[in-house]
């Protein structure tokens, strides 16, 4: 019985996947210093959400709203509240889940070993060594001023209108389809 139960729990445990990296789950937008978020992004404060649509999608909006003809679309994208001028960048970003699946290596090895071979292409696992990956989008943003070199960082003047703003452009993006209603919004 104990053999029974000990094989039942090695199949569960070498069949189930071992997450190694899980991407964050963000309701509606996070603000978060862009190094924490990834490493690649720059250490200001971000305005982060999930990017539900294809790729460049955020890129062909910014570049129709706010009509600029494929130049500067990823910098310095200017706007405007309440007669001052304010700026952003953004970048989307790709976070993967990456997850291991012990079975499948486990039982090349065991197979090889018991056919006497060593130097075999693995047959249940890929080449990736069972490792699996599966990616999430985002969209993260910072705001700058001629006056300010973060306007998301916590005690800025213009922290609130930035903010306001910045959830009025996603709410407009994710639910706008047709990038040219926008030009005609403005």
């Known amino acids: 019985m ?4 000990s094989v039942v729990v090695a199949v569960f445990l070498f069949n189930s996947c071992i997450p190694l990296r899980i991407a964050p789950d963000i309701d509606d937008y996070k603000i978060t210093k862009g190094k924490s978020f990834k490493k690649s992004l720059p250490k200001r404060e971000m305005f982060v ?11 062909d909006y910014v570049n129709i709203k706010f ?5 500067n679309v ?5 706007f405007e509240i309440n007669t ?15 997850t291991i699946n012990l079975f499948p290596v486990v039982l090349d090895v065991f197979v090889n070993a018991a056919l006497g071979n060593e130097d075999v292409e693995p047959i249940f696992s890929d080449d990736k060594n069972g490792v ?3 990616g999430h989008w985002y969209i993260a943003i910072e705001a700058y001023s001629d006056h300010e070199k973060d306007c ?3 005690g800025s003047l213009s922290r609130e209108v930035v903010l306001n ?3 009025a452009l996603k709410k407009e993006y994710i639910s706008t389809h047709n990038y040219n209603e926008t030009v005609f919004k403005n």
């Not at 959400?49 to 890129?59: I, L, S, T, V």
């Not at 990823?74 to 200017?78: E, F, L």
């Not at 001028?85 to 790709?94: P, W």
């Open 2 to 5: 104990r053999i029974v139960v």
């Open 49 to 59: 959400f999930e990017d539900p649509k294809e790729a460049d999608e955020f890129y």
């Open 67 to 71: 009509q600029l003809n494929n130049e």
């Open 74 to 78: 990823y910098d310095d994208v200017p």
């Open 84 to 98: 001052q001028t304010y700026f952003f960048s953004f970048y989307e970003v790709e976070i993967p889940d990456k």
């Open 132 to 134: 699996t990956r599966n």
């Open 152 to 154: 998301l960082k916590v």
């Open 165 to 167: 703003y910045l959830r």
